[in-house]
């Protein structure tokens, strides 16, 4: 049985920073891609950040570089997302995936991953 399971979500005010946690389950590790993806109110799903099997390899949306980390720790099923220097536009509900590679990984390509968790709001104030 497969579980993603996000926390960490909150609100700040600009220019600070939260941690977001994904614990997930029902995976052999070394065959599962992951990322994070947001989606704010009345727009679009956009991918944040990605992460390759072993955490060799990152991608991250263009909006976020430099500001947000992406890692993996297997041993103990959890994956990251360091967030500093949030912004109001970084406002959204925050999910993680997981698919069992077949492809490219790491990818934002939404239509690639099977598995969601529920989501973790995080809000950002000016």
């Known amino acids: 049985q497969v579980h993603l399971v996000e926390s960490g979500g909150g609100s700040v005010q600009a220019g600070g920073s939260l941690r977001l946690s994904c614990v997930f389950s029902?995976?052999?590790?070394?065959?599962?891609?992951m990322a994070w993806f947001r989606q704010a109110p009345g727009k679009e799903r956009e991918g944040v950040a990605g992460?390759?099997?072993?955490?060799?390899?990152?991608i991250y949306a263009d909006s976020v570089k430099g500001r947000f980390t992406v890692s993996r720790d297997n041993a103990k099923n959890t994956l990251s997302l360091q967030m500093n220097s949030l912004k109001p536009e970084d406002t959204a509900m925050y999910y993680c995936?997981?698919?069992?590679?077949?492809?490219?990984?790491?990818?934002?390509?939404?239509?690639?991953?099977?598995?969601w968790g529920q989501g973790t709001q995080v809000t950002v104030s000016s």
């Open positions: 992460i390759s099997p072993y955490g060799s390899d990152t």
């Open positions: 029902g995976y052999i590790f070394n065959t599962v891609c």
């Open positions: 995936a997981a698919y069992t590679i077949s492809g490219t990984c790491p990818t934002m390509i939404g239509g690639a991953y099977r598995d």
